[in-house]
């Protein structure tokens, strides 16, 4: 069974940073592409980021260019998010998400999601 | 960009009864749609891909279809489950697209 499991969520000032962890199980994990997609309490879906198996490519969302960085290592099954200079409207439940496949483009298993929240 | 839109923003359904969701697109996705539902307090789920194939374990009273830019999704028998917030994605672009802002289905 897939299981994906987000941790690094807190309260932070804006302008701070943060970094997201997410652990993966169930599946050979450095075969398929990995993303943060994000939500704002009752709100809907955002893209943030994605990541390639070998962390050659990386894309983000104009959001957040320039102030996210994704990264990856495969031998620990795990996925990271360094949220840097992070604003109000940051704040959301952010989800580790995997690819379908190799770069399908959507999401076939999702972690429960961790909440950040940026005060100002 | 392409841009997805969602009709109704919320559907008040019995159980039991059918039920229509809407998704287009402002420009064709061809078949690279994926449709999702989020329970509450709950992460999204795959529900849909390739705008007509179930993913796995979804029971078959879920059915999608549409191709280019306006697909449906539909429910055909709504179970006390089924109460949920139900959202489009496009993949026809790289990276991924926008998702759709979403349809409250509630009772």
């Known amino acids: 069974e897939v299981q994906l499991v987000e941790s690094g969520g807190a309260v932070v000032q804006t302008g701070g940073s943060l970094r997201l962890s997410c652990v993966a199980s169930g599946f050979i994990f450095d075969d398929y592409v990995m993303h943060w997609v994000r939500q704002a309490p009752g709100k809907g879906l955002e893209w943030v980021s994605l990541?390639?198996?070998?962390?050659?490519?990386?894309y983000y969302a104009d959001s957040v260019k320039g102030r996210f960085t994704i990264s990856r290592d495969n031998s620990k099954n795990s996925l990271y998010l360094q949220m840097n200079s992070l604003r109000p409207e940051d704040t959301a439940f952010y989800y580790c998400?995997?690819?379908?496949?190799?770069?399908?483009?959507?999401?076939?298993?999702w972690g429960k999601g961790t909440l950040v929240t940026v005060s100002s | 960009e392409i841009v997805l839109t969602q009709s109704p923003g919320t559907l008040s359904v019995t159980p039991g009864e059918r039920a229509t969701l809407s998704c287009r697109a402002s420009?064709?996705?061809?078949?690279?749609l994926a449709w999702y539902q989020q329970r509450p307090g709950q992460a999204p789920r795959l529900l849909i891909y390739a705008a007509s194939t179930r993913a796995t374990g979804i029971p078959a009273r879920f059915s999608g279809s549409g191709s280019g830019t306006q697909f449906t999704l539909t429910i055909s028998s709504l179970q006390s489950e089924d109460f949920a917030v139900y959202f489009c994605q496009q993949y026809n672009t790289w990276p991924p697209g926008a998702f759709g802002p979403g349809t409250k289905v509630d009772i």
């Open positions: 998400a995997k690819d379908r496949g190799t770069g399908r483009g959507y999401f076939d298993s």
């Open positions: 990541i390639n198996w070998d962390a050659g490519n990386t």
């Open positions: 420009q064709s996705v061809s078949s690279n």
